[in-house]
């Protein structure tokens, strides 16, 4: 039996996906965002992986060594990668000789990170809290954003897996985007509680949190899985309002915005009209990105503000 090959050494320098060139040699890092075990025609076995970073995704295939490398690692890892750029159906794979779990690092180098500034758009979710005119409802949405422990989660989240805002900081941007639409609603609309809207616009989003485990992919959590961003974000709204026993009939109607599939008040159609019209955008700035021409697209997502 042939060694396998030796496991790397040292720290290589980062080659990201958008490089990757069909007959080059890659010694790097990425995250697992899938990995299969299937087997071939003649029935050897093989892994079949999705390795990703944020400027996105390449198969990848282990034919040799397939029981030793399949220990080395587990989907959702961060990975260190020895392989071969092939070109298979118009689109490069790797073909990996190599391949070990690390250290996770910092998620941002393995998943898509917000299209806007994070530190501004945190600021600008404080401004748009204290905005709330309503003194309880202020105090619950203040509540709920100065947890220590979920604000930088919170912050990190995606909004969703693979549809709009599918990258690190997505809920955050996401939610600020819907709340300043509601603002602008409720002064078209002076008929609208500008409050609950607010309070609701504000909060639906902030599940994503529980919904979305940190790390290097972006995967759902079991609860994220079965119960969704939206009831999560509920449940964090009633613990806080039992935690500050706010009148039940303020905190009813932003429960029912944030969670209902049929709204039954203005304030929670204006809500989820206002989420469609951002998803709807952002989808729609994505597709865009992804058919233009090489020199006219703004580049992968990173941390820092970029154009979105």
């Not at 299969?36 to 400027?55: H, K, Y």
């Not at 073909?95 to 806007?116: C, F, K, N, S």
């Not at 009633?238 to 203005?266: C, G, K, N, Q, Y």
């Given at each position: 039996?042939?060694?396998?090959?030796?496991?790397?050494?040292?720290?290589?320098?980062?080659?990201?996906?958008?490089?990757?060139?069909?007959?080059?040699?890659?010694?790097?890092t990425?995250?697992?965002?899938?990995?299969?075990?299937?087997?071939?025609?003649?029935?050897?076995?093989?892994?079949?992986?999705?390795?990703a970073?944020?400027?996105?995704?390449?198969?990848?295939t282990?034919?040799?060594?397939?029981?030793?490398?399949?220990?080395?690692?587990?989907?959702?890892?961060?990975?260190?990668?020895?392989?071969?750029?092939?070109?298979?159906?118009g689109?490069?794979?790797?073909?990996?000789r190599?391949?070990?779990r690390?250290?996770?690092?910092d998620?941002?180098?393995?998943?898509?990170?917000?299209?806007?500034?994070?530190?501004?758009l945190?600021?600008?979710?404080?401004?748009?809290?204290?905005?709330?005119?309503?003194s309880?409802?202020?105090?619950?949405v203040?509540a709920l954003?100065?947890?220590?422990?979920?604000?930088?989660?919170?912050?990190?989240?995606p909004?969703?897996?693979?549809g709009h805002?599918?990258?690190?900081?997505?809920?955050?941007?996401?939610?600020?985007?819907?709340?300043?639409?509601?603002?602008?609603?409720?002064?078209?609309?002076?008929?609208?509680?500008?409050?609950?809207?607010?309070?609701?616009?504000?909060?639906?989003?902030?599940?994503?949190?529980?919904?979305?485990?940190?790390?290097?992919?972006?995967?759902?959590?079991?609860?994220?899985?079965?119960?969704g961003?939206?009831?999560?974000?509920a449940r964090?709204?009633?613990?806080?309002?039992?935690?500050?026993?706010s009148?039940?009939?303020?905190?009813?109607?932003?429960?029912?915005?944030?969670?209902?599939?049929?709204?039954?008040?203005?304030?929670?159609?204006?809500?989820?009209?206002?989420?469609?019209?951002d998803?709807?955008?952002?989808?729609a700035?994505?597709a865009q990105?992804?058919?233009?021409?090489?020199?006219?697209r703004?580049?992968?997502?990173?941390?820092?503000?970029?154009e979105?």
């Amino acid at each position: 039996m042939v060694a396998p090959p030796e496991r790397p050494s040292g720290t290589p320098d980062k080659v990201w996906v958008r490089d990757l060139a069909p007959g080059q040699l890659v010694d790097s890092t990425f995250a697992v965002a899938r990995k299969d075990r299937r087997r071939a025609r003649n029935g050897s076995p093989f892994l079949a992986v999705e390795l990703a970073d944020r400027t996105g995704r390449v198969r990848g295939t282990v034919f040799d060594d397939v029981p030793l490398l399949d220990t080395r690692f587990e989907q959702g890892d961060t990975v260190r990668v020895l392989g071969t750029v092939e070109e298979y159906r118009g689109r490069a794979q790797l073909l990996v000789r190599a391949i070990e779990r690390i250290e996770a690092g910092d998620p941002l180098a393995y998943v898509p990170g917000a299209r806007r500034d994070t530190e501004d758009l945190d600021g600008f979710l404080d401004f748009l809290a204290a905005e709330i005119a309503d003194s309880t409802l202020r105090a619950l949405v203040e509540a709920l954003l100065a947890d220590g422990r979920f604000r930088p989660r919170f912050a990190g989240a995606p909004a969703t897996v693979e549809g709009h805002h599918a990258y690190a900081g997505g809920a955050l941007q996401h939610t600020v985007a819907v709340a300043t639409i509601c603002r602008e609603i409720a002064q078209l609309h002076p008929g609208l509680d500008e409050s609950v809207l607010g309070a609701a616009a504000l909060t639906f989003c902030l599940g994503a949190a529980d919904a979305f485990p940190p790390g290097p992919t972006i995967h759902l959590s079991e609860e994220g899985r079965l119960l969704g961003v939206g009831h999560l974000s509920a449940r964090r709204v009633e613990h806080a309002a039992a935690r500050l026993r706010s009148p039940r009939d303020r905190v009813v109607p932003v429960l029912h915005a944030i969670e209902s599939p049929r709204p039954r008040t203005p304030e929670a159609s204006c809500l989820q009209a206002a989420i469609l019209l951002d998803a709807g955008v952002q989808e729609a700035l994505d597709a865009q990105r992804r058919t233009a021409p090489a020199g006219r697209r703004s580049g992968a997502p990173t941390a820092g503000p970029v154009e979105g």
